[in-house]
């Protein structure tokens, strides 16, 4: 069952407004301006209801991306608006989604980044603030090459640090500011 255009188009238009007010706007990525500005990211809607149509269309994802001309396009967005919503499923996924990237011998080539609404550090609670660094409108699973993310690392100094800025830029925000800015 596939969905009308305009859901598609919801959905890829609140994933890009949180990608441009949260992971660009709070610079959380500091390597994702370029290829936003670039046209460089592609944004695929799942269908999927459940974990096996989700690996379904991640392989083809992963396959596209693998093809693709990384002038064109060089990172996906796997946005999964119906399947996934639990947290703990989403991460049983991501585990299988890693499997898969040996099988298709393509580790050292692709990475996946892991993005969900309830997003939740080992050893953290629930509420915690640093938790929205990962927080995105729809379980995403964002697909890089690794070429690209050894490129943006060597070009940025202290890459390392990034986890923590970010941990800090959303301390200085709260909950508030997070809100304020999710809302279109």
Partial sequence: MSLPAESHDAVIAATRHWLTEAVIGLNLCPFAKAVHVKGQ???AVSDAIDTEGVLTDL???IQALV???PEVVDTTL???????GDFLDYNDCLFFAERMIKQLRLEGVIQIASFHPQYQ???SEPDDIENYTNRAP???FHLLREDSIERAVQAFPNAEDIYERNQ???RRIGLKGWNDLMKM
Avoid: K, M
């Avoid at 796997?78 to 996934?84: E, I, R």
């Fill in 121 to 123: 550090f080992e050893g």
């Fill in 59 to 61: 392989e083809t994802e």
């Fill in 67 to 69: 093809e693709a001309n």
């Fill in 168 to 170: 800090e830029t959303l």
């Fill in 41 to 43: 990211i592609r944004y």
């Fill in 78 to 84: 796997l946005v999964l608006p119906h399947a996934l």
């Fill in 138 to 140: 729809y379980p995403i």
